[in-house]
């Protein structure tokens, strides 16, 4: 049997029982709390003045059995496995100057990262219709430029995922770049980090089979800073998997069909680095032009990633009631004691 509350229930009992010595001490009564069985069946003691004698132990009794019930006790029957479907999964997301650019989605054109943070919220949260949302996976988000930022750690909390995601916005020109390396080592520190955490709650089978990080950027690494691929390697050590998006220009929506291969971040963007990274460890490479095909994208990593997994709990019974009754019948008798046959007792 287990008590989770008992230390407040401890105090609570403890303050009671300085009272109750104090009360006798001051009442002279300290005779009283130890009656005299001797008197009684030498007939010198009443049976109404041994009863009278025994209330204040009745109630501290009564006391003792409430603390109990207060400390909540509860027994572990039985240990419910539920299997379910989830991964852990860290977005790391570029917000470099370049995410400014323009991007169709559904019709209309605007900025890259707009549509990015979108595309990322129907993942987490479903469409109603191509992504179906991830309510069974724990995921974070790490943003990008110039350096790495943790956004929000690995939650189950999507709706404040989602919330802090809105938040996003593109670097400024003092903060810009693309630190496609150090955002990786983060990442991969980050899930190293947590799957410790999960050890040491003894909930490690819940994402060690599955840690994925989605890497997507429209940029190329940026000079000096951490080597993606050494960074991958590091990943591909602790079994994470990455998956790399490359977001490239649209021919169709700038300059007449031709001025994106002008622009900096265009379709002929080397993404040999993070396909490279992919690659090492186990995971894939996708590029999206629109925001139709980011959604087909993360389409393709809902059906690779759909990891089961066993979930243990215990069903405990709560036990407070066995006490409580007990309490609650002992201070009715003392009331009726004391108002009934030893109401007019001295």
């Known amino acids: 049997m287990e008590f989770p509350h008992w230390p407040s229930a401890l105090v609570f009992f403890l303050v009671y029982l300085v009272f109750f010595l104090w009360h006798f ?16 069946v030498k007939g010198s003691v009443s049976p109404r003045v041994m ?3 025994l209330l204040p132990w009745l109630r501290l009794v009564c006391v003792a059995l409430i603390a109990v019930a207060l400390s909540q006790p509860r027994v572990g029957e039985t240990a419910v496995t539920t299997e379910q479907e989830g991964v852990a999964i ?6 470099s100057s370049s995410m400014l650019d323009p991007m169709v989605f559904r019709g209309q054109e605007t900025e890259r990262l707009e549509v990015v943070k979108k595309v990322f919220e129907e993942f987490v949260l479903g469409d109603g219709s191509q992504l179906k949302g991830r309510p069974g996976d724990r995921i974070g988000l790490i943003t990008f430029a110039g350096f790495a930022e943790e956004i929000s750690p690995l939650t189950l909390d999507h709706q404040s995922l989602v919330h802090f995601a809105r938040t996003v916005q593109v670097a400024q020109r003092f903060e810009d770049g693309t630190m496609i390396g150090d955002a990786l080592e983060q990442a ?3 899930m190293i980090a947590y ?4 050890k040491r709650q003894g909930h490690d089978q819940l994402d060690l089979r599955s840690k994925v990080m989605i890497l997507l950027t429209d940029g190329q ?4 800073g951490v080597d993606p ?15 790399s998006i490359a977001i490239v220009g649209n021919q169709r929506s700038a300059f007449g069909g031709l001025g994106s291969f002008f622009r900096l971040n265009n379709p002929f963007l080397d993404t040999s680095l993070i396909e ?21 994208v993360y389409q393709k990593i809902d059906e690779l990633e759909k990891t089961k997994f066993e979930e243990k709990r215990v069903v405990y019974k709560e036990r407070f009631a066995s006490f409580l009754v007990p309490a609650l019948v002992l201070l009715l008798l003392e009331l009726a004691l004391s108002w009934g046959p030893l109401r007019k007792l001295p």
């Open 188 to 190: 991969t520190l980050r």
């Open 90 to 95: 860290l977005m790391i997301m570029d917000r």
């Open 51 to 53: 009863a009278a004698n």
């Open 229 to 243: 691929l050494e960074a991958a390697q590091m990943a591909k050590q602790n079994g994470i998997r990455l998956y």
């Open 25 to 40: 001490k001051h009442k002279g009564g300290a005779a009283l709390l130890v009656p005299d069985l001797g008197g009684l």
């Open 195 to 198: 799957q410790g955490l999960l």
């Open 276 to 296: 490279e990274a992919a690659r090492m460890t186990g995971g894939g490479f996708f590029k999206a032009d629109t925001g139709e095909s980011l959604v087909q």
């Open 221 to 224: 690494q940026s000079q000096g």
